[in-house]
């Protein structure tokens, strides 16, 4: 947060001068200057006599009125016209706080042609859709989105922003938070209200995991985070409930993009979309060799999965790192996940332990895998998932 002078109070008594470590304040007209070389350490606040320095922040953080913003708003994800499933985990969690809040919930939805998307999002507990249409948001892009937002909040005043931690989730979060000067967690994979202050506390782990970290967002508004996918279960649908759709004329004008899109590739299949899929099937280091791991493949594509690793794999370069299961990849909550050779770390279990069904194949019965594992099959995986292959494509009718 940048530092700041206040020229009228600044008495030219120096001690700042001398303070600043990185020779960032000069004298002009007998008045404190802070030039560029300032790194907004704040070691000159601390000993101006006359208060005559401030932090920004704290400057804006007193004229805003923290009252005047309402209403927990989730951003609604939609990739050519579906919505993501994060943004459905997020209305039910959003529900949630707004219900403990005594406030509305509102899905931002910002696409083309995607007006019929506002029933789903109500039907996930949404009271209000606030809609911004225009051939400019077909795709996502960073500037005509961060535009947008960036209005309705400014325009809107929300309380509270939940967003996926996507990738355009991450792209887009942060920029908005800094064009409107408020806080961001990012990463979250808890949500809850501090007690004391009736505050969104956002949790995330941090420091590799070793500790999880409990965010507060006092002094500015929105409370904005990103929250990881897959965190929270989809609420229950409920189609018999309606609500209200605020029309949002888009202000992005065709010179505010500054990316051309060319086209589109599809890089990521079905295999792939981890966080998406129903069932999964995983390996890990105990696949021995990268050949092995088309047994994994050809397990998920008789079951219709997709396909996971453990981080040993990945390292390895068996696999590709979006394949990557665990707390430095992706937080995966199928109904089957197939553990294969995989020993059960716990940075492996912050990411799939949310699965409805863990089944593990593993020749090592003492490993940790098998304490979180619904059913465990102690064998080779080299004789395990041959025999599990024969034996589905027999009740798919495969030959
Ligand atoms: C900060 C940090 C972040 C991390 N993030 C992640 C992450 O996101 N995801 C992740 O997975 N890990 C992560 N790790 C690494 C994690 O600690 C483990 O090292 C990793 O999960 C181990 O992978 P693995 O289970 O495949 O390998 P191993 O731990 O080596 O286990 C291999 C298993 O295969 C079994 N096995 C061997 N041969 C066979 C066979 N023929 N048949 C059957 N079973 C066999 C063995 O008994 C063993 O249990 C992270 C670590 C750190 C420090």
Known sequence: MAVKEIKDQCTACGACISSCPFGAIIMADNKIVITEACTACGACIDVCPAG??????EEKS?????????????????VAGHIRNVSHELLGEGRRLADTMGQELAGILIGENVESLAKEIFASGADKVYLVEGPEFNHYSTDAYTITLTHLIETYRPSVILMGATNDGRDLGPRVACRVGTGLTADCTNLGIDEETGLVAWTRPAFGGNIMATILCPDHRPQMGTVRPKVFKRPEQDFSKSGEIIRVQSKVRPEDIRTKLLGVIQSCTAACNLEEAEIIVSGGRGMCKPENFTLIEEL???????????RAAVDAGWKPALHQVGQTGKTVGPKIYFACGISGAIQHLAGMSSSDIVIAINKDADAPIFKVADYGIVGDVMEVIPALITEFKKIKGIA
């Open 52 to 57: 005559a320095i401030i932090r920004e922040a």
């Open 300 to 310: 998920a594509n008789v079951l219709g999965a997709a396909v996971g690793a453990s």
């Open 62 to 78: 007193a004229a805003m009125d923290k009252s005047l913003y309402k209403g927990v708003w989730v951003y609604i994800e939609q």
